[in-house]
Every structure is written in structure tokens, then in C-alpha cells.
């Protein structure tokens, strides 16, 4: 597609449960990122990739959350045992390259909540 | 670090009239900047960037912004309101060092009134 894809769109799920939220960026972009948007805290960033590797993960709340990315091209958000702070949209994005001043592009994100 | 500051979480203005909505960034170097806006229910979208070059950008649906060193601020601007420019919209910054990770502003939603 032409543009970042997300699935699911949205996703209700129990307290303590798994979750699995998945990226496909632009064609092309070796850079992706991943950002969580809620209430609260507003726009934060978690993660970033270069490629298969992450530089910077400096965003990741705890240790329940992971990210990896395959091929270049798909990347996958974790987060395990779920609690309700954990409800919020988590937002991909994707650049050409990860330098200064290309523009990220964004998915439509998947709102995620946990009961 | 980078920070950025958006004044006023709500801003109201008359179909026709002149949109404002502020936004201030703290850099110890010019950073690249960034207007970013969000419909209900979808991601963000780009309206313009500054990255160095002219200090005055254009952007989409009419969209403009100024990059001002000495008052660090890059206001959006729009000369006529139209509905459809009804939604949040997002400052956001980025540091020539850790150029990747974009640091955003809190969001201003604009409410056009007919």
C-alpha cells in the first residue's frame, strides 16, 4: 500500500493478557518508529528502528514491552501482561531514512484497551 | 533537551477567519520543526517542516509557518478558517544530534464555528 498499515485497529483485551500490534511501513523506508498516545501523557516516543536493529529504546515504559522488526520491513510491538495503564493508541511511523529533517509518516494507529 | 511548548489547548475561531495556533521549542541549536495534524480517529499527518532553509514555510491546505530564532517559536498560521480545517493539531521537534525521535508539543484542538 502507499501508506503505513496497522493492525488491529483496535484491540479490547483482559488485564494480564498478551498483546501483539503490527507495523508495515512505506516501502522502501529503513527507518521506523513507534509512539504511544494517550490522555495523559500525550505523544510519546518508545522506539526507533535503523533497519532490523534498535538504536534507541530508550521510550519503552518497562520491560513488559518489546519490539522487533523483520526483513527491514515489518515491525511488531509487544506488551505483555497488560495492565489498564497500558490503554491508549500506539502509532507507527516510517521515514526514508532515520536523519535530520525527513518527515515520519504516520499509520492510524491501533487503540488498544484493556479491561 | 528539546522541548516544545503549544499555548492554548483549545483554540475557537469563525469560519473565514485568521488562524493562530502557537507553538514555542527549547533548543540549544536550531532544531528541525514540525506541523503535524490529526483527524478524529486517525494518525498524523504532515503539514509542513522547517529544516533550515527559508525561515517562512508553506505548507498543505494552506498552511503556514514561521521559524523565529529570537523569539523561538514557529506559529501556524492560516489566513481564512474553512470546517474541514477542524481538528488537533501538533508541533513537534527534533534535535540535529538525536535527529530520529520527534518530541511533540500537547496539542491544540481548532474548533471552527460556522
Known amino acids: 500500500g502507499a501508506g503505513v498499515s496497522q493492525s488491529p485497529s483496535n484491540k479490547v483485551t483482559e488485564k494480564g493478557k498478551d498483546v501483539e500490534l503490527r507495523c508495515d511501513p512505506i516501502?522502501?523506508?529503513?527507518?521506523l518508529y513507534w509512539y504511544r498516545q494517550s490522555l495523559g501523557q500525550g505523544l510519546e516516543f518508545l522506539i526507533y528502528f535503523q533497519g532490523n536493529s534498535a538504536p534507541d529504546k530508550s521510550g519503552l515504559p518497562s520491560d513488559r514491552f518489546s519490539a522487533e522488526r523483520t526483513g527491514g520491513s515489518v515491525s511488531t510491538l509487544t506488551i505483555q501482561r497488560t495492565q489498564q495503564e497500558d490503554s491508549a493508541v500506539y502509532l507507527c511511523?516510517?521515514?526514508?531514512?532515520?536523519?535530520?529533517?525527513?518527515?515520519?509518516?504516520f499509520g492510524d494507529g491501533t487503540r488498544l484497551s484493556i479491561l | 533537551a528539546q522541548s516544545v511548548t503549544q499555548l492554548g489547548s483549545h483554540v475557537s475561531v469563525s469560519e473565514g477567519a485568521l488562524v493562530l495556533l502557537r507553538c514555542n521549542y527549547s533548543s540549544s541549536v536550531p532544531p528541525y520543526l514540525f506541523w503535524y495534524v490529526q483527524y478524529p480517529n486517525q494518525g498524523l499527518q504532515l503539514l509542513l517542516k522547517y529544516t533550515s532553509a527559508a525561515t517562512l514555510v508553506k505548507g498543505i491546505n494552506g498552511f503556514e509557518a514561521e521559524f523565529k530564532k529570537s523569539e523561538t517559536s514557529f506559529h501556524l498560521t492560516k489566513p481564512s478558517a474553512h470546517m474541514s480545517d477542524a481538528a488537533e493539531y501538533f508541533c513537534?521537534?527534533?534535535?540535529?544530534?538525536?535527529?530520529?525521535?520527534?518530541?511533540f508539543g500537547s496539542g491544540t484542538r481548532l474548533l471552527v464555528r460556522p
Open positions: 513537534a521537534v527534533s534535535g540535529r544530534d538525536s535527529s530520529y525521535k520527534l518530541i
Open positions: 511511523a516510517s521515514s526514508f531514512r532515520g536523519i535530520g529533517g525527513q518527515p515520519q509518516h
Open positions: 516501502s522502501g523506508h529503513t527507518a
